[in-house]
């Protein structure tokens, strides 16, 4: 019977079925749910198609982790790193993004994502966003806003922040035009 370590190290390989196989051991076991996993890192992880669902994944740190159509349903994210992670098509149904660092990573297609949930995020800037475009600023992020105060970013100026976020002018002020009228 394999450990949870030598379980989580089938995480990196470079084929897929032995990863499924030691994600399903690990809920098996309630490893998946328990917080076990709380704050670990499992940066470059091979994740595609894992079965997340419900997972206790708060603090993990998955830098650069692939996670390609993995079923991230009802899983606590809350501080989790996901910067430059491959998130694309992934599932995230009621999942927990409150302070996730987002940061470059590749959300296109991802089902089920809310406005809601990526308000709460850490920060998103540089990532690909569900529909494909870059994230243009729209939900104002700490790490966000604390990235562009240590590049002394002209927070005042919406040319240099729309130039910060890499879009244009127009989709910037387009964008905060549209959220400064649904405060009225």
């Known amino acids: 019977m ?5 379980l989580i190290n089938k995480f990196y390989g470079l084929e897929n079925k032995p990863t499924l196989q030691a994600v399903e051991e690990l809920r098996v076991r309630g490893w998946l ?3 076990s996993l709380f704050g670990m890192a499992l940066c470059h992880a091979q994740l595609q198609n894992a079965d997340l669902m ?3 994944l708060r603090k993990v740190d998955f830098h650069q982790a692939t996670l390609e159509q993995a ?3 009802r899983a606590q994210l809350n501080g989790a790193k996901l910067n430059r992670a491959i998130l694309q098509h992934v599932n995230f149904d009621h999942a927990d993004l409150t302070d996730a660092d987002l940061y470059k990573a590749n959300l296109q297609g991802a089902l089920n994502l809310t406005d809601e949930q990526l308000s709460h995020t850490y920060q ?3 990532a690909i966003m569900p529909n494909g475009r870059v994230y243009d600023g729209r939900y104002n992020l700490p790490g966000d806003l604390g990235r562009a105060r240590w590049a002394k970013v002209n927070l005042d100026d919406p040319n240099c922040i729309a130039e910060f976020y890499g879009v244009s002018l127009e989709e910037y002020l387009c964008v905060h035009k549209q959220e ?3 405060l009225v």
Not at 2 to 6: P, R, Y
């Open 2 to 6: 394999l450990t949870k370590i030598e």
């Open 33 to 35: 749910t328990d917080g």
């Open 54 to 56: 419900n997972a206790d």
């Open 71 to 73: 079923d991230l349903s």
């Open 124 to 126: 998103l800037l540089g």
């Open 180 to 182: 400064t009228s649904s």
